[in-house]
């Protein structure tokens, strides 16, 4: 699963040691909403799961001694960046909400 920050969140195919940034590109690419600071990897280990922080810009800036491989089991979650306001996303999902409200009172008010 690549999740989080991605135009195409959800079920990704990919093989097992992919990079991650070959599994981020197949989810779509990392939305403008997407924190490339805050990237998690869940894998399933023997006693349950573990979380590898990754900073995705430094990864890309300076390169890594490593490359993170992907596993099939593994989950990406791609963060989203804070904003002291309301984020595009926040905006686009309120005016949505805030048109149905419209169009409901309209409706209703006609009778």
């Known amino acids: 699963?690549?999740?989080?920050?991605?135009?195409?969140?959800?079920?990704?195919?990919?093989?097992?040691?992919?990079?991650?940034?070959?599994?981020?590109?197949?989810?779509?690419?990392?939305?403008?909403?997407?924190?490339?600071?805050?990237?998690?990897?869940?894998?399933?280990?023997?006693?349950?799961?573990?979380?590898?922080?990754v900073n995705l810009k430094k990864y890309q800036r300076d390169g890594q001694a490593r490359r993170v491989v992907i596993k099939q089991e593994d989950t990406i979650v791609i963060g989203a960046k804070k904003s002291s306001f309301l984020s595009w996303t926040q905006l686009r999902d309120f005016a949505a909400v805030a048109g149905t409200v419209v169009s409901f009172i309209y409706l209703i008010d006609r009778r």
């Open 1 to 53: 699963y690549v999740l989080g920050e991605v135009r195409t969140p959800g079920v990704q195919t990919y093989e097992n040691g992919s990079d991650l940034l070959d599994v981020i590109g197949g989810a779509g690419g990392m939305t403008a909403g997407a924190d490339a600071e805050q990237v998690q990897i869940i894998s399933k280990t023997g006693r349950g799961t573990s979380v590898t922080k």
